[in-house]
């Protein structure tokens, strides 16, 4: 069995580069016939350590301070290293198999930044800014930035909750923003697929 750890909106004919290689990435390993688990994971945070995987993306070493793209409503779907360790572990002694996402908080982005780092200041700059910089070699590469610009992916904490027989209980109380499924945008070239994952139970 293979546990596979993806990321939220991966499709093989995405026209986003990062996602379009995770999407053939998934093919490979559905095509080889072994059993597999995929946990779509956005952003990793550890209270104790104060760290999160998304530091390295945003993180300006010389300013000691984050930059993020200025756009509204940019959400960071959320899970503790503790509650990511307990999904794997009961994956790998369960037979739950397919893709499913894996969180227990929705961020804000800076909030998300604020409460896992110990970083205190995070900036908001106009993304073509932030274009110029990643095509200068200084910021990350234009294919992650696009993932914080894209229209947001919709993800549900109970079904996984509910395959895996376990209770995702985030670590601590943030201000959480909730995400209503008639407020939610869709490219149209993602239509079909994303609005077929969503069903009503």
């Known amino acids: 069995k293979v546990i596979v750890l993806t990321y939220p909106g991966v499709y093989f004919n995405s026209t986003n580069l990062f996602l379009q290689h995770k999407g053939y990435i998934e093919q490979r ?21 104060n760290q999160n995987n998304l530091h390295s993306l945003f993180y300006d070493k010389i300013e000691n301070r984050y930059l993020i793209p200025k756009k509204t409503r940019s959400f960071v779907y959320s899970i503790t290293l503790n509650n990511l360790v307990s999904l794997i572990l009961k994956g790998m002694h369960t037979s739950v ?12 982005i800076k909030t998300f930044l604020l409460h896992y780092s110990r970083i205190e200041n995070v900036t908001r700059m106009a993304p073509l800014y932030l274009y110029f910089k990643s095509y200068c070699g ?31 209980l985030s670590e601590i109380q943030p201000q959480v923003l909730s995400v209503r499924r008639n407020e ?14 969503i069903t009503v139970e």
């Open 97 to 108: 198999e397919g893709k499913h996402d894996a969180f227990d908080t929705i961020f804000e």
């Open 29 to 49: 390993f559905v095509a080889s016939g072994i059993p597999c688990t995929f946990l779509a994971i956005q952003g990793i945070g550890d209270s104790f350590l």
């Open 138 to 168: 200084t910021y990350l590469s234009p294919s992650m930035l696009e993932l914080f610009l894209l229209a947001t992916v919709p993800m549900y904490t109970f079904r996984t909750e509910k395959e895996f027989g376990i209770s995702l």
């Open 184 to 197: 939610i945008s869709f490219p149209r070239q993602y239509n079909p697929f994303l609005k077929s994952l």
